[in-house]
């Protein structure tokens, strides 16, 4: 099993198992899942949910995502049922959790409008309290102009 740092680890169960388009150069852009809670993305496209379980999430987890591309990504929340003011996913645009470039802290069930991060990458992290779970998130990515 390959790790990033203690609080990352990349599961035997990461997959790459989709297309997602051609780009103009004919180069075959990838639509990547992933294990349950956490992991490392490097592709121009793809979709996180959490939990894949389609159960709630559980109590007391923390969870981080890193997805790489090749340019600008526009992030999109398909699904967001967060329990709000405990429970919550920060998004930063770039590797990194830099408050510099803080994105949002995203909770509740109002889908939020599309953003981007304009460094072509984006690092998450999902923490859940001790108590109440909701069913969690899902969201998506593509480059920007496509």
């Avoid at 180069?27 to 709630?56: F, V, W």
């Avoid at 969870?63 to 996913?89: G, K, V």
């Amino acid at each position: 099993m390959a790790t990033k740092d203690a609080r990352l680890k990349i599961s035997e169960s990461f997959c790459i198992n989709y297309f997602c388009n051609i780009d103009s150069f004919n180069t075959l852009l990838i639509y990547d899942t992933i294990s349950d809670c956490g992991g490392e993305l490097n592709a121009s496209c793809g979709t996180i949910r959490h939990p894949l379980s389609g159960e709630k999430y559980q109590n007391c987890e923390v969870c981080y995502w890193t997805i790489r591309a090749s340019a600008p990504i526009n992030i999109t929340f398909t699904i967001l049922e967060i329990e709000e003011s405990y429970d919550y996913l920060d998004i930063y645009d770039g590797e990194t959790d830099d408050g510099r470039y803080y994105l949002g802290k995203f909770y509740g069930n109002i889908t939020p409008s599309v953003f981007q991060a304009s460094t072509g990458a984006a690092y998450m992290k999902f923490a859940s309290d001790p108590s109440v779970t909701y069913q969690g998130f899902e969201l998506t990515w593509e480059l920007s102009g496509l």
